[in-house]
């Protein structure tokens, strides 16, 4: 792609293979992995740190972001009231 920050990945565990070795330089600190659940399943061996965000509600759906929480420690946890749609920004 053209527009600067913006890489397109085929193979994502490659990818992150080559970041690691050295090959691939990144143009900033972190590094983010925005799912689906086979891209997360392949990542997740490179993962340092995850950042998960919880909507209440019950939602139909058959993907799961795979089972990741015994292989990291719990650091910060904030439980947000509901967005009020009525209120002005």
Sequence with gaps: ???????ICTDP????????????KLETEK??????AEVYRLT???WDEVYVTLVK???????YLPEFKDRFELIEEEELEELDESSES
């Design 44 to 46: 997740m061996p490179y």
């Design 1 to 7: 792609s053209k527009e600067r920050g913006i890489k």
């Design 57 to 63: 509600g019950e939602f139909q759906g058959d993907t």
């Design 31 to 36: 590094l983010w992995i925005i799912g689906g």
């Design 13 to 24: 565990e490659k990818y992150l293979q080559a970041v690691k070795a050295g090959e691939i």
